[in-house]
């Protein structure tokens, strides 16, 4: 992609959802709050989510600490299936296991996927046609991230699967011109307190 100045992009998954997936617990919108609080000093020019409650109550509870910058919702930026990998494309020792956790979502959900998955990249990566560095805040879902930063570091289509990212965590990508994308940060969560990290993460890989 081309452009002529720096792009970084924030990304964080949303604070921790309710059961019925209808809005943020109590712990969640605590972790949106805090993270909002770290993010005060970011000149950023939008902050971009998804049009999930889950998704849009956490960036509105982060603008609220910001300077008035601009929510935009995108459709781009929600939960979807991001890319459906063929069995001769996977280790094949997890083969199986990939694909059932595919599987399991809805026909609808894995087709819409792949196209919105091509639309966030592009309007999210890559440099930007501007005279000043950008920085753009992108309030989503565990997949959108996995997908993100897999393109980021040239890994297969198929490398989504297997990057999870806790709630309110934040991962930054840098995009600069005439260079490769590079991964600043990932999965950090130094703004929170124990108590609210690892929400959203499998259980077993908590530290």
Excluded at 45 to 62: E, M, W
């Amino acid at each position: 992609m081309t452009g002529t100045s720096t792009r970084y992009l924030y990304l964080v998954r949303h604070g921790e959802a309710l059961p019925d997936e209808s809005g943020l617990t109590e712990k969640g919108r605590r972790q949106a709050v805090l993270l909002g609080q770290r993010l005060r000093s970011v000149p950023f020019s939008a902050v971009h989510h998804g049009p999930l409650p889950r998704a849009a109550q956490t960036a509105r509870l982060i603008g609220e600490q910001l300077n008035g910058i601009p929510l935009q919702v995108s459709e781009a930026a929600g939960d979807y299936v991001p890319d459906l990998p063929e069995r001769d494309e996977l280790p094949a020792d997890s083969a199986d296991f990939l694909l059932r956790f595919v599987d399991q979502f809805t026909a609808e959900e894995r087709e819409r996927g792949p196209e919105l998955a091509r639309q966030a990249l592009e309007r999210f990566t890559g440099p930007v046609d501007s005279h000043e560095t950008r920085h753009e805040l992108l309030v989503t879902h565990n997949f959108l991230v996995g997908w993100l930063v897999r393109h980021a570091l040239d890994a297969p289509k198929w490398r989504w699967l297997g990057l999870n990212h806790c709630n309110a965590a934040l991962t930054v990508i840098r995009y600069a011109p005439g260079r490769p994308s590079s991964v600043l940060f990932y999965n950090d969560m130094r703004h929170l307190p124990v108590e609210l990290r690892w929400t959203g993460f499998p259980s077993e890989l908590h530290i």
